[in-house]
């Protein structure tokens, strides 16, 4: 079903400088464009009509954008940003949700490229709103890689974040979302798709493989069969790019694996998420990582997580280290939607220059 509402009439309230433009700061050459698109969104959200957005951005660009852009530039940010459904469509979407289930996300949670996306996908898809928005900023966050960060005390929150979408059966289309969200970033990002998109996490030894540095080791020097001298010699180069997203479509796998005794995975896990050096010591055991980037998506049933998360990993920083995502299938569409391919290149080339300004 299409997410549409009733066209409702022109509110003059709405129109006023106060209630169009409630921050105060002004939009300087090189950032007026975004910031008037920034705002169209949130009053696009709040269910500004096109013909309302217009007026309001009008008197937003005359009071806060230094200089003015002209009007067309006003009006075509307006019915770009109008093409995208407002977000009480989505929320409505969402109450397919099964009894006992978290609340859909507030309209608030829909914001910037990633609210565009959400809202550009939603009426094309039977995939949750929330597992779209979750998964693509997980993405995008292993996308842009260790760079930025917000320093928590003497310590440094990169952007590798975790989540798992939770579904109440298997009929979530947890993999439906993740479609959408993976041929998305393919077009932010084709050498990160190619290369950077793994999965079967089973050990903590075999993620650090994954993201290894070089591996120096003091070989011998042979002549005649007798040992020399011994010199440093570049075993495995390793791997150059730190940025990995693992996709675990089938979460429980993992966390069976993490449970077994001995098993490395959890700490690893851990460690990686807190952006640490990885490395497990053991004499057997050669590779790490100083600077790993590692980014986690998992999906899994509500049964399975309650019969596998254990009271340990719930107590032990593990499970809060994850953004558990309760999702559902927000429409029946049997022969599936269209995303309108021009929207969505549009869409992918702005977020390839925040990608870039991102990490700078």
Known sequence: AALTRPKPALD?????????TPEESAFAEGGRNAGLTS???K?????YTVEEMEAALLV???????????????????HSVGRYPPLQAISEAA??????????????????????FVRLVVPQTEADPAALLFQLLVALGSIIGRGPYYRVGAGQHHVNIFAVCVADSSKGRKGTSWEEVKAFCKQVDIGWYQ?????????GEGLIHAVRDPVTERVPIREKNRVVDYQEQVTDSGVTDKRLLCVEGELGQALQCAGRDGNTLSPIIRQAWDGSQLRVMTRSAKDEC????????????????????TTNDAANGFANRFMWVGVARSKCLPFGGAV?????????????KAVTAARV
């Open 12 to 20: 003059s309230k709405r129109l006023t400088p106060e209630s169009a």
């Open 39 to 41: 705002l169209a969104g």
């Open 43 to 47: 009053q696009r959200a709040q269910g």
């Open 60 to 78: 937003a660009n005359q009071k806060r954008c230094k200089p003015p852009l002209s009007e067309s530039e006003v009006r075509a940010i307006a």
């Open 95 to 116: 109450k397919r949700a099964p009894r006992n289930w978290p609340s859909p996300l507030s309209e608030a949670a829909y914001q910037g490229i990633a609210g565009e």
């Open 195 to 203: 290369t950077r998109i793994g999965g079967g996490l089973s050990t």
């Open 290 to 309: 100083a600077e790993p980037h590692i980014s986690i998506i998992g999906h899994i049933t509500n049964t399975e997580l309650q019969t596998l998360l």
């Open 340 to 352: 309108n391919a021009a929207h969505l290149e549009e869409l992918a080339e702005r977020t390839r």
